[in-house]
C-alpha cells in the first residue's frame, strides 16, 4: 500500500522560501527587487528568473556604502536607503527601467528598512509600483532621527551615488 505523505520541500521546512508567494511573483514575467535585511547589513538585487536559476543582473550591499563616504551603522534605515539607490542607479545604468517588489519572508512594516530601500530604489529612477503610504518619512530616510553626523554623512553619501 502506498503512502499518502507528500513531503513539502526543504526550503519551505526551513522556512526559507513561500512557494506561492514566489510563482505570483515570477508570473509577472517583471524583474523583480529582491530585499534582505541581515543581521549586519541591508542587501537590493535586481533578479530576473530564468530555468537555471535565478540571475542576479544589478546588486548593491550596505556594506559597500562606506566607498561612497557613509561611516555610519550598516542596518539602519538610513543605510537601507541608500543601498536601494545605488542598486537602482546600477540598474537603470543596464537599462533596466523597472521592477516589482520582493520582500520574501518578511513582514510588510509601515516605514520599515525594506521599505526606505524602496524610497531609494523609486528615488534612484526604477519604477516600482508601490503606495506612498508605506514608505518611512524623510525625516527618517536622512536619519536626523538619529544624529547631526548620522545626517550629513547620508548627504555626502547620497550626492557621491548620484553623481556615480
Known amino acids: 500500500m502506498k503512502s499518502r505523505h507528500v513531503a513539502s520541500f526543504r526550503r519551505r521546512k526551513e522556512g526559507k522560501t513561500d512557494y506561492k ?20 547589513k541591508v542587501i537590493a538585487q535586481i533578479v530576473e528568473y530564468v530555468l537555471e536559476g535565478d540571475k542576479t543582473l544589478a ?7 562606506k566607498n561612497f563616504g557613509w561611516t555610519e551603522y550598516t542596518k ?27 520582500l520574501g519572508l518578511h513582514t510588510p512594516i509601515k516605514g520599515s528598512r525594506v521599505f526606505a530601500a524602496l524610497a531609494g530604489a523609486v528615488d534612484g529612477g526604477l519604477e516600482i509600483p508601490h503606495e506612498k503610504t508605506v514608505l518611512p518619512i524623510e525625516a527618517r530616510l536622512n536619519g536626523s532621527h538619529i544624529n547631526e553626523k548620522t545626517t550629513s554623512a547620508f548627504e555626502k553619501a547620497k550626492a557621491k551615488i548620484n553623481s556615480e
Open 21 to 40: 508567494k514566489r510563482l505570483h511573483l515570477l508570473s509577472s514575467g517583471k524583474h523583480r527587487l529582491v530585499i534582505r535585511v541581515t543581521g549586519k
Open 59 to 65: 546588486s548593491a550591499t550596505s556594506s559597500e556604502l
Open 76 to 102: 539602519n534605515t538610513p543605510s537601507a536607503y541608500l543601498t536601494g539607490l545605488l542598486c537602482a542607479k546600477r540598474a537603470v545604468k543596464k537599462k533596466m527601467p523597472s521592477a516589482i517588489l520582493d
